[in-house]
């Protein structure tokens, strides 16, 4: 069983309960646009952190994490890209990645819009966590925690950390 904490979209931006939220997962997964290096490295060294670059972040960030992650955890096949699109309107290179490796969860970020659904047409659940970080239009920062077990993905819970423009005390 592994207890996982998605985000996405932190721009540079952590803040403690970013990552008090983290540190109750086995697995911290970011899907892109984490902003700066320190993110990342803070991230990682509360749990094993898998990510992909976004695209806003620099050399530094692509040279630390790969444009999209293809593994299996809990005998879930996974699938992690920042610009992916939604069920029925992926973006091209992303649904010529689903139908070659053909996964059972599709993980992207980008949009700043948190989303899980379920697309019968690939048998696959898409999730998107939405924006942690407080840069974009998005008004209310969002992540996901879920868990793997048996290849299965259940306790799907959306977590929100308040208004994007709040100061946190």
Known sequence: MKKICLLSDTHGYMDQRILDHCKSCDEIWH????GAADVSNQLNAVKLLRAVYGNIDGREIRL????????????????ITH???YPGAYVPEARKKIEEYRPD????????ILKVMPDKKYNLLHMNPGAVGKHGFHKIRTMLRFTLEQKKIRDVEAIELGLRG????
């Open 31 to 34: 899907a892109g646009d984490i």
């Open 64 to 79: 630390m994490h790969a444009a999209e992650l293809f593994f299996e955890c809990e005998g879930i096949k996974v699938y």
């Open 83 to 85: 610009i992916g699109g």
């Open 105 to 112: 969860l599709f993980i992207c970020g980008h949009s700043h």
């Open 166 to 169: 709040a100061i946190e005390d």
